[in-house]
């Protein structure tokens, strides 16, 4: 079915609300871990909330073993669940949000291309290839080349970026593993959410059960709604209705706006201004982003095809009028 330009505008509001979502997440996680909360409350918050609601689906749909297996499963909550939420909010503890944005989701294709490069023998186009090339070299910027303005700060800042990147490996694997499986989204984040609910919050309540009662009730209902429900669900079914309209390809590159969506937040919100080499860094990973991720690009020979067509179309017209 062609792609009318009223899908393709439904289908762009979709998708640019859903990364706005991704992008907020730095932002207020950043906020809320240098504040009141830490990535522990965090994680409790987002998939305590998330797997209570998810859990109908989980009951439906069932643990799909036959698929994941038990080492499946494991990985698959390491890497979407309460492990990457600890990992990737404790980053933000040391490092700006817009590095958070630059290198935890826009990194991320980059691991999955090594991992099935490496474990799948799975080959990359020359887009992908630029595109990655492109990652590679915007994140070496932010880690490396932004040093010299951050004086004896920078140890710490570059602790935030490795956990960043620690973030978008576990991330990698966890999306290899829901391709190689086959799962829906829906499924996944259900499977992740009550997972992580069923895993972690004991352990949460036994070494930190009484933290959240010394956090204001107005906090914790914010960043509960947030994190448990606009996050991992609203989220979740904004990207599936862009890539229902605009295909895959066309749905994913839009993850190409979060880190600059990430960096102009940031801004009003925790007065974190990037360097011109911060800005640079953010543009070379999200043109990465949209390659590495097949985003639609102009057809100029099918243009010019077209064009011709209709050019020769009415010549003959012209020469033979009915």
Request: glycine residues 10%.
């Amino acid at each position: 079915m062609p792609l009318t330009a009223s899908n393709y505008f439904r289908g762009a509001v979709f998708g640019f609300a859903a990364v706005s979502i991704w992008a907020s997440w730095s932002v207020i996680t950043r906020l809320a871990v240098t504040t009141s909360l830490n990535s522990s409350d965090i994680a409790v918050l987002r998939f305590g909330i998330a797997g209570i609601i998810l859990s109908p689906v989980l009951l439906r749909r069932g643990l799909a073993l036959d698929r994941l297996r038990w080492l499946g499963l494991a990985g698959l909550i390491a890497g979407f669940g309460a492990p990457y939420a600890l990992v990737a909010a404790e980053g933000l503890r040391f490092a700006p949000a817009y590095d958070g944005g630059a290198l935890n989701p826009a990194v991320m294709p980059l691991f999955v291309a090594l991992i099935t490069a490496i474990a799948l023998q799975e080959r990359l186009s020359i887009p992908r290839k630029l595109g990655l090339s492109l990652i590679l070299l915007g994140a070496l910027i932010i880690i490396g080349w932004h040093a010299k303005g951050w004086g004896t700060t920078w140890n710490t800042r570059r602790f935030g970026d490795a956990l960043f990147l620690c973030a978008a490996f576990l991330t990698a694997c966890g999306t290899v593993i829901m391709r190689q499986a086959k799962l829906d989204p829906l499924h996944a984040a259900a499977l992740v959410s009550v997972g992580s609910l069923v895993t972690y919050l004991p352990v949460y309540l036994v070494f930190l059960g009484t933290h959240l009662s010394e956090i204001p009730l107005a906090v914790i209902t914010f960043q509960a709604i947030f994190q448990g429900v606009i996050v991992t669900i609203v989220s979740l079914v904004l990207y599936g209705r862009a890539v229902a309209l605009l295909g895959a390809s066309g749905g994913a590159a839009f993850g190409a706006l979060v880190p600059a969506l990430t960096a102009l937040l940031a801004i009003p919100l925790l007065a974190e201004w990037p360097s011109e080499t911060d800005w640079v860094a953010m543009v070379l990973t999200s043109t990465g982003v949209y390659l590495a991720s097949a985003g639609p690009r102009p057809n100029w020979k099918r243009r010019e095809s077209s064009v011709m067509r209709m050019h020769r179309s009415r010549i003959t017209t012209d020469v033979h009028p009915e």
